[in-house]
């Protein structure tokens, strides 16, 4: 059971099937992940490493085939669906990457806003002027979305998504039809949201400088958790901090079953061929790995 004291999300063993007519295409393989709350973080991957996967499972737009994915002390895998669409409204917000699309184009970013505070049911105009504020709209509150930026109209997209108050914002790959500039605005505006709100933020993205904003980087590999990039905040008793730059450090991750996954341009650089054999050492405490040719 998830410590809900530490951890917002629990996933442990997380297994998800497509099944078609004549295939089975296996997303996630056994997936291990712990989120801590008030977190601000990006999950990585390739194409088809199983990354939105996880998003949608966690957002409750997809359930795993296998294992627990436990948000907020509930295992959605196991929820009723009046369960998992009360969640869905109360505990979890979502951007999308084209978001803006799905706005109004003939209401202001107030309207917008607005619009959707009234689906659930009475609307709290007070909390939506704090948002407006919150995503650096106050001077734009009045313009139509024809009359914004791109970078403006995702800060609208922003807005609404946080409109329930949610304990858990998701967002997938937020940044990535923008420039570079307004990226980066982007993601100090959402550090500022989770300071402000006190809310959990993952990021789904295929951008690993993303690290200069977020508290860790999980990279995902194959449907599995791959390595952990952290943001080393005390330094005092680590030993040749110099040979990490930017002030991270890279973890590999142990599965339950002790195997590692190594990065591919490590293998790379070391001639190890994918599926190949290697020599392994233990000498004064470190595990060494040697290619071999076999």
């Known amino acids: 059971m998830i410590d809900e004291t530490v951890n917002i999300i629990e996933c442990d063993n997380l297994v998800k099937i497509y099944k078609t007519r004549d295939t089975e295409v296996m997303a996630l393989q ?4 712990t989120i801590k709350r008030n977190e601000f973080m990006a999950i990585i991957g390739a194409s088809g490493s199983g990354k939105s996967t996880l998003l949608n499972i966690l ?8 294992g627990s994915a436990f948000v907020d002390g509930r295992d959605l895998r196991t929820m009723s669906k009046a369960d998992l669409a009360a969640y869905k409204r109360k505990t979890v917000g979502f951007i999308w990457q084209n978001n803006a699309r799905n706005l109004l184009p003939y209401l202001t970013a107030k309207e917008n806003i607005e619009a959707v505070g009234r689906i659930g049911g009475k609307i709290d105009k007070e909390y939506c002027n704090r948002l407006i504020e919150l995503v650096g709209l106050t001077g734009r509150r009045k313009n139509k979305l024809t009359e914004l930026s791109g970078g403006e109209q995702q800060r609208v997209a922003v807005a609404i998504s946080l409109i329930n108050k949610p304990k ?6 937020p940044t990535g039809a923008v420039d ?6 982007i993601m100090e505006l959402f550090s500022t949201l989770r300071d402000e709100l006190d809310i959990t933020i993952i990021i789904v993205s295929h951008d690993q400088g993303l690290s200069k904003y977020v508290d ?5 590999r194959d ?15 680590m030993e040749n901090f ?30 190890i061929k994918n599926k190949g054999k290697v020599r392994i050492d233990t000498t004064d405490g470190k595990i060494t790995i040697y290619p071999v040719d076999v």
């Open 216 to 220: 860790r980087i999980v990279s995902i």
């Open 223 to 237: 449907g599995k958790t791959a390595s952990e990039i952290l943001r080393v905040t005390d330094i005092s008793s």
């Open 30 to 33: 056994g997936l291990d992940l």
């Open 168 to 173: 858990l914002l998701l967002a997938d790959e």
């Open 242 to 271: 110099a040979a990490f730059e930017d002030e991270h450090l890279e973890l590999a991750v142990i599965d339950r079953y002790g195997r590692v996954q190594i990065p591919p341009d490590y293998l790379e650089k070391l001639a």
């Open 180 to 185: 570079t500039r307004t990226s980066d605005a």
């Open 59 to 66: 957002g409750g737009l997809d359930t795993p085939t296998m």
